[in-house]
């Protein structure tokens, strides 16, 4: 069922401006849409193709990861001016086909950076320290002090993998742990006083850690996998806190059970759905998946780390903003 929420009076005409609203989202985004005339309309339930013979009437779209925007879908949408996606990747958006089109193309990595940050080193420091381990054993009567004893994150080295918004964030947090942190990405000069940029070999050399914070891409699509893990020459620490896809579960657990990978903190998974809201509904989980959930020093969960309170407002705050500051632009043309 459709909701609109009519524009009230502002300085600028974006009134011409219908913006189809596909996914729930912090109310701050519609009021302040809203609030600067535009026109919003909510539609959280309608099928795809449903979507598709109306798209023609909107100029805007905001969407988290309901479904794909690809070809077929932006034929449809002759009068597209923009796509803002509430989150940090593009990847559910063809984005040639959509850029081909004149189509403006938003994200708010910005939005849930701290919240990835604070996530990512919350999962490695419970790795180090073995706190999932430790609580269901004492849960259940067992008090295990020396099997618990952890390991510390002062003077290890972390290499972090893609040093943008979410990467920067997580090089921050670890500033006051005395430890070296290593940076690769495929942009030149991205180190900062938090992170020093190396080739991806120096930091397959050194790292005791590996943390991706990467989009996925053709290039960074099956990235860590058997060849990769074999590259690097210490028994290492992996975090992913990036996309499911960009990881080989299988030889991911294969390294685990040979000690290669010491331990994973995995929020992302290699099986989730392109919408990320489900993973669990088929009786014939794969194989590398059963042997996860079954492995102590694997710590998984689903898909939040850049899911917080905070985050989903300020993700609405920074999607506004940049829709606003766009058609400001576009209005003065």
Not at 214 to 219: C, D, G, K, L, N
């Amino acid at each position: 069922m459709l909701q609109v929420k009519r524009p009230r009076p502002c300085t600028l005409n974006f009134s011409f401006l219908k913006i189809l609203h596909l996914d729930t989202n912090h109310p701050l985004l519609l009021e302040t849409l809203n609030s600067e005339g535009f026109e919003n309309v909510e539609d959280y339930s309608s099928s795809e193709e449903a979507i598709k013979k109306i798209i023609h009437n909107y100029q805007g779209i905001v969407i988290r990861s309901r479904f794909k925007i690809d070809a077929s879908f932006l034929d449809a949408a002759i009068n597209l001016k923009f796509i803002a996606r509430v989150g940090a990747g593009l990847e559910n958006i063809d984005t040639p086909y959509a850029e081909s089109k004149g189509i403006q193309l938003i994200s708010a990595p910005e939005g849930n950076r701290n919240a990835v940050g604070e996530h990512a080193l919350g999962m490695l420091l419970s790795l180090f320290n073995k706190l999932n381990k430790a609580d269901k054993e004492v849960k259940a009567g067992q008090w295990n002090r020396e099997a618990n004893r952890g390991v510390e994150l002062n003077g290890k080295t972390v290499g972090i993998i893609g040093y943008g918004n979410m990467g920067k964030s997580f090089a921050k947090k670890l500033k006051g742990f005395d430890c070296e942190v290593l940076c690769n990405d495929i942009k030149p000069n991205m180190g900062d006083e938090n992170a020093r940029q190396v080739p991806l070999a120096e930091l397959q050399k050194k790292a005791d850690v590996i943390s991706l914070h990467t989009p996925w891409t053709p290039s960074t699509d099956k990235m860590i996998d058997r060849t990769f893990i074999t590259a690097v020459e210490k028994p290492f620490w992996l975090l992913n806190t990036a996309r499911g896809k960009s990881v080989v579960t299988s030889h991911v657990v294969s390294a685990l059970e040979t000690g290669k990978i010491l331990g994973a903190g995995l929020d992302v998974l290699e099986f989730e759905k392109t919408s990320f809201e489900s993973l669990f509904d088929s009786e014939a989980l794969p194989q590398a998946l059963k042997q996860l959930l079954t492995m102590d020093n694997v710590l998984l969960s689903p898909h939040v780390a850049g899911w917080t309170i905070e985050s989903k407002e300020q993700l609405a705050k920074v999607i506004a903003h940049k829709i606003i500051v766009s058609f400001k632009s576009f209005n003065q043309k």
